[in-house]
């Protein structure tokens, strides 16, 4: 069965594949599952149809048969247990690599996104400066234990997983930042994600939507 997942009709990042439809996208297309993608207004993710499956009024949710998910970190997981491709077979090694998921969520992605809201929300404010500071101070924390982690292997552990999928999606936030480029094995391992056909299939196809909707 052909599963639905639902995206941004117009991504407020432009096109740039930050939108966290782009992580079940990428997903799919890494273990070859066709999938729909149902686009959906910001007024239609508030209205009940939609919270219906996703209940915060978010995307993406993902739709195959009875089930009905949502949370795309959920999403990506469901996909790799599924599939082939994304986890480990052996069951120590699965286990890191789904705690791995768990870092990229729960570690290091909060202080990324909160710094992209405060440019977005509070640039203005007399207090930005500090904010941001203090923002990439824990940036660099947590990138400077992961690069230390990461040292000179291609990926987190091992052969490439739903937890170097999630990570990468969550360090691609900083790019135009800065901080990535202070840790080039950290640079090198986004790049080498970005790399992989599947992602670029997910982004190419996230990325025609945005450029449709800036046509119409």
Known sequence: MTPTITAFERSPDRGKGHARDM???????????PYDVRLVTFKAMKEPEHRAL??????PSYEEGDLVLFESGAIVLHIAERHAGLLPSDANARARAITWMF?????????????????????????????????DDSIRRRLR??????????????AFSAGDLLMVTVLRR?????????YPNLAAYVARG??????????AAQLAVFTAASAG
Do not use: C, M
């Open 23 to 33: 992580r079940v996208r990428w997903a799919l297309e890494e273990v070859g599952q």
């Open 54 to 59: 996703q209940p915060f009024g978010q995307i």
């Open 194 to 203: 970005e790399a992989r056909p599947a992602f670029k299939r997910a982004f």
């Open 103 to 135: 870092a990229a969520l729960n570690t290091v992605e909060p202080p990324i996104f909160d710094r992209n809201l405060v440019q977005i929300l509070e640039r203005d404010e007399p207090w930005y400066e500090q904010r941001l500071k203090s923002l």
């Open 145 to 158: 234990d992961l690069s230390s982690r990461l040292s000179d292997a291609d990926w987190l552990d091992g």
């Open 174 to 182: 900083l790019h135009g930042s800065g901080l990535l480029e202070e």
